[in-house]
């Protein structure tokens, strides 16, 4: 909240001040990780404990794995952002949703609590919407990242239904406890659908197969929130998830087939989707697909060899794809441009860009000593375990890799000519400020520290991850030579098919536009879309007509379908058990009530049926005054002849009655009328006979002289009993009068 007002008071310094916040709490996580029990340190407080509804934090080797990410990308990005957006209007709110983003990110890290945990979730969505359309005024900003909220909101709502059926199926709303209870949870008939549905959510979340397109397109917002949002970590908040329940929902057949199936298919689709960019960031979001699915099959695998591969291959990827994000902006930056069939020779204008895309080219390839390197050696080792179906696909995806980061680095700094066509003139490319190429070189340097010194650096980063993701513990043992073997033989056929890919980089284009299905889940996704918005444009039709007529109409059958058709299908229609003791009088006023309104219906002109109306509103008068409430009879007498005397004056002005139809016409609105008033006189009648509580008639009696200092009951409840709801009703009444003297000026203008 306070960043806007930081920007406008130093906007030089704005940058630094906000990212000292995320990188204090980057180097404290870290801290805490290291002395951190395997057992983490839950501390929760009651918020709805009625709903379930604990405000529990656990703080166990995979939350603060994730919040340390978080929070020291979160850092470099909200450095890099004052240069890429330096001088922008509205840099003061980009950087509060940043943050906010940041806190509902860490917020689903911590929660120990189901409920919790959709609530920090939801906040993701609607912090990453406003990021993803952070540039209001382009269309396909706006239309990106309402496709973005849309998808994930539809699997949040999933993720909500999976959480209460699995509360209900364990007891308890605590994941921690959840765990302890496995063998109740996965025997429960809920938990299949349960699974299912959290699956969901976590697979939309995480831009899983089918929901694997708003990822590439929300590409359209700024640099740094695609390398901060989409690499680092929202769509990481779905394999989070998947890590933080495998341990409770994990370790049983429905699991493994959905997780590995889906995430395979990811991982090839994304990969080839990628063969075929020529936009710098789309070709980096489709490879971020296709290792989100790598990261979705270890963990549906499921072994500790798998989480811990899981656990290394995310923290490299986090640094390498963060790091490349940011080159891209740079790049942007420095040459308008981001066609990779354009861009050449940016070594020699660009060379501390460069160093940090290098770096993080080569992880991502797969190459020692980066981390990247060692965390592809480990999913293979573990691939091979599991059948050369699973090794070859997932060889695939490291060549796809490998492709990816070729085509997205050495071509834009080393080739001279571009991939397919001239370079940029010289005098239009310089380097990106020091806040920009400064954030990426820390973040692809990282790699290369970790990968040299994996053991000391990254094990105590991906080892507690994997631990918790496991339910037990293990030791994490990471090294750069583990002598020959099959995981090595293939990281070397990977590194010279990739290469020998991207060398005939214009055919692999060519060929894979051609096999390109034009249909698909974008379509998918913009067909329903269209879909959605014909049926309520056809509704709003229908509904909103603009005749008052046929809004009564629907309300009055709404309300005896909903009320009235349980009324009788549960046997809940029947007279009341007392007697009803009417004197001669009060059926006679009720008799002369009736009458009135018959006129009032069958009236020809419009003051016959406002004086009918007016009989039946003083008719009602004295049954007040009959039970001893003169001061609401009065008041009754006043408003009714108030409102005789405005309607005669209104209406003397209004033409005749309008015929209303034909005479079936006229017959189905009896019906509509009857309906109503049967059903409210059925509920009058059914209230009657019903006393759940001791009248409150006697509280207000009795209470009135002490407590409202007055002897007026009606007054009393009015200004001291209800105070709030007469101010509202006042203040409805005062904009409705505000309304009318507007409609009249407008009208005399």
């Known amino acids: 909240m306070l960043a806007p007002a930081l920007v406008r008071w ?32 839950v501390a929760s407080f009651a918020w709805a404990p009625s709903l379930g509804l604990t405000f529990s934090c656990n703080a166990d080797g995979l939350s603060l794995f994730f919040a340390v990410l978080i929070s020291g990308i979160g850092a470099l990005v909200a450095f890099y952002s004052a240069g890429y957006l330096a001088g922008h209007p509205h840099l003061g709110r980009f950087y509060g949703w940043l943050l906010m983003f940041m806190a509902a990110m860490l917020g689903v890290a ?11 979730w939801e906040l993701t969505s609607i912090s990453s919407y406003m990021l993803i359309g952070f540039d209001h005024e382009d269309k396909a900003a706006r239309a990106s990242a309402l496709q973005a909220l849309l998808v994930t909101v539809l699997g949040g709502s999933a993720l909500l239904a999976g959480a209460v059926m699995l509360g209900i199926a364990g007891g308890t709303m605590e994941i921690s406890a959840l765990v302890s209870r496995r063998e109740q949870l996965q025997s429960s008939p809920l938990f299949v659908p349960a699974l299912l549905l959290v699956l969901l959510g976590a697979f939309t979340k995480s831009a899983q197969f089918p929901f694997h397109f708003w990822l590439p397109n929300a590409m359209v917002a700024p640099a740094p929130v695609s390398a901060y949002l989409h690499s ?16 409770a929902l994990g370790g049983n057949e429905t699991w493994t087939c959905v997780l590995v199936a889906v995430g395979l298919a990811t991982l090839l689709i994304g990969g080839y989707m990628a063969l075929f960019q020529t936009d710098l960031k789309l070709l980096l979001a489709y490879s971020t697909v296709s290792a989100l699915g790598l990261l979705t099959t270890l963990i549906g695998l499921g072994t500790p060899k798998a989480l811990e591969a899981a656990a290394v291959f995310l923290l490299a990827h986090a640094l390498y794809k963060g790091a490349l994000f940011l080159v891209a902006g740079a790049v942007d930056h420095g040459t308008g441009m981001r066609d990779i069939r354009q861009l050449g020779g940016l070594l020699r204008a660009m060379p501390k860009t460069a160093a940090a895309a290098a770096m993080a080219a080569l992880s991502m390839a797969g190459v020692i000593p980066l981390l990247g390197g060692i965390a592809k050696e480990m999913v293979y080792e573990v691939s091979l375990g599991f059948g050369p179906w699973i090794a070859a696909a997932v060889v695939v995806g490291g060549i796809f890799f490998f492709y990816a980061a070729a085509s997205a680095v050495f071509g834009p700094f080393w080739s001279n000519t571009g991939n397919s066509g001239p370079s940029i003139p010289p005098a239009r490319i310089h380097e990106a400020p020091f806040r920009m190429w400064s954030s990426a070189l820390v973040l692809s340097g990282s790699s290369l520290v970790l990968g040299l010194l994996p053991q000391k650096a990254a094990a105590p980063l991906a080892g507690p991850a994997a631990s918790a993701a496991a ?15 099959p995981a090595l033989v293939l990281s070397l056929v990977t590194i010279l098919s990739g290469a020998g890919l991207y060398a005939a980089r214009g055919h692999v284009r060519r060929m894979a536009c051609k096999l390109a299905i034009p249909w698909g889940p974008d ?8 879909i959605l918005n014909a049926i309520a444009s056809g509704l709003t039709l229908v509904l909103q007509s603009g005749s008052l007529r046929y809004y009564l109409i629907i309300i009055l059958l709404t309300m005896a379908g909903l009320a009235g058709i349980p009324l009788i299908g549960q046997g809940g229609l029947h007279w009341p058990s007392q007697d009803i003791d009417a004197r001669p009088s009060e059926l006679g006023i009720a008799v002369l009530i009736l009458l009135a309104a018959v006129i009032a219906i069958r009236a020809r002109s419009l003051l016959g049926a406002v004086a009918a109306l007016g009989a039946v509103g003083y008719s009602v008068a004295m049954i007040y005054l009959m039970y001893g409430a003169p001061d609401l009879a009065m008041t009754q007498f006043l408003i009714e002849s108030l409102t005789v005397i405005l309607f005669v004056l209104a209406f003397y002005r209004f033409p005749q009655f309008e015929d209303v139809g034909s005479r079936p016409a006229r017959l ?12 409210i006189t059925a509920l009058v009648l059914l209230a009657a006979g019903i006393q759940f509580h001791h009248p409150i008639s006697d509280y207000f009696a009795h209470e009135a002289v002490p407590r409202g200092h007055g002897r007026n009951l009606v007054n009393i409840i009015l200004v001291d009993f209800r105070a709030l709801d007469t101010l509202g009703e006042t203040t409805v009444l005062g ?11 407008l009208k005399k203008k």
Do not use: C
């Not at 904009?735 to 000026?745: D, E, H, Q, T």
């Open 523 to 530: 379509a998918a996704y913009r067909s329903l879309l269209q």
């Open 668 to 679: 189905g609105n009896a019906v509509v009328a009857l309906l109503g008033g049967g059903l």
């Open 10 to 41: 130093r906007p030089a310094a704005a940058g630094y001040l906000i990212a000292a916040l995320p990188a204090g709490l980057a180097i404290y996580f870290a801290r805490l990780l290291s002395v951190t029990p395997f057992g983490g340190q």
């Open 232 to 247: 680092a970590a929202m769509v990481k908040a779905g394999v989070f998830l998947l890590a933080r329940t495998s341990p």
């Open 471 to 485: 339910g037990a513990p293990s030791s994490l043992e990471l090294a750069l030579w583990h002598g020959m073997n």
């Open 110 to 120: 911590f929660s120990d609590n189901l409920l919790l945990l959709y609530v920090f």
């Open 735 to 745: 904009i409705a009068g505000i309304g009318v003297y507007a409609l009249i000026k």
